[in-house]
């Protein structure tokens, strides 16, 4: 069971903060300096086994020069330590997103601003509908890499065509389009924390992405988004989040029958209509999104992430 502990050296004037495994090793740790609790440490255990694996050593020290160095060994000691402290979860997460924030973007430039800028605003072909202007204002004020951007972009545009579908098949559907055009737009968002898996794999984005998105001040009906589309299996899922999923993707035009089935059988419940019909018509709007798939690839890919 997780365990969230912090802990204060007066001698260094540094807290500590720590999600303790089972047998009360690090799994993730965050120092703070000083009096203005300058972030100086977010590492993450699944990240350094990661990058150990890959037996990269130059990928793993850029990884601790920016993210510091992880506590090895147990620390069942450390209720004997310093102002030594049970934290919550909610704590642990608040402080863990603000250093991650702080220590993994780079250094806000004109470049980089600039590519997030085009990022957002760019022409394409097809043409690409801009996300809410909520949407695009966190973006910025997170610095966000500008590939991430550009995929979210793309994702929320076939979110946009797939609601648009459903809302003119069936104009009595009681759906939360909104909430779906807002999940496309930040499904990722968490990425902006977690850069690796930008071009790595890892699913540590998607905790961290909703929980960025309620640091912020969006509620949970919005924020879950950014933890519920790469599963679709759960039993309280909904439409909305499914719809969100399927935009995720189709934008690449990668079909999973197990997640269409999900969507034509809501659809199929809510409507009375067959569920052949469904998925007929649903499968003829899935190959024309997919049709583009290739310039929506060349379109993120124009994009850096870092500018």
């Not at 402290?85 to 600039?114: D, K, M, Y």
């Not at 034509?264 to 019909?277: D, F, I, K, N, Y």
């Amino acid at each position: 069971m997780a365990r969230w502990i912090r802990l204060y050296s007066a001698e260094e004037d540094i807290w500590s903060h720590y999600e303790l495994d089972d047998e009360e090793w690090a799994v993730r740790q965050v120092d703070l300096h000083g009096p203005e609790q300058q972030p100086i440490t977010a590492t993450a255990l699944e990240e350094v086994l990661r990058l150990r694996d890959q037996e990269n050593l130059a990928a793993l020290q850029s990884y601790e020069r920016r993210y510091g160095v992880l506590a090895e060994g147990s620390l069942d000691g450390w209720r004997d330590a310093a102002q030594a402290a049970g934290i919550t979860r909610q704590e642990f997460e608040a402080v863990w997103i603000r250093a991650r924030q702080h220590l993994a973007q780079p250094e806000p430039t004109v470049a980089n601003s600039a590519a997030l800028a085009h990022a957002l605003n760019d022409a394409a072909e097809p043409p690409l509908r801009p996300v809410p202007d909520q949407v695009a204002e966190l973006l910025k004020s997170l610095n966000c890499p500008p590939r991430l951007a550009a995929h979210l972009r793309l994702v929320h545009d076939v979110a946009w065509q797939i609601t648009d579908w459903v809302r003119q098949r069936h104009p009595h559907l009681d759906f939360d389009r909104q909430a779906v055009l807002f999940g496309a737009a930040t499904h990722d968002i968490g990425k902006s924390l977690r850069i690796a898996e930008l071009s790595g794999p890892g699913s540590t984005h998607e905790a961290a992405g909703r929980d960025l998105l309620l640091q912020h001040g969006f509620d949970d009906a919005l924020a879950r988004f950014a933890a519920t589309h790469a599963s679709w299996t759960d039993i309280d899922i909904t439409l909305e989040d499914l719809l969100v999923s399927l935009a995720d993707k189709v934008w690449k035009n990668r079909r999973v029958p197990d997640l269409e089935d999900l969507v034509v059988t809501r659809l199929a419940q809510a409507s009375g209509q067959q569920p052949w019909e469904e998925y007929a018509a649903l499968d003829e709007l899935l190959t024309h999104i997919g049709d583009t798939a290739d310039q929506r690839l060349t379109f993120q890919s124009a994009y850096p992430i870092h500018g």
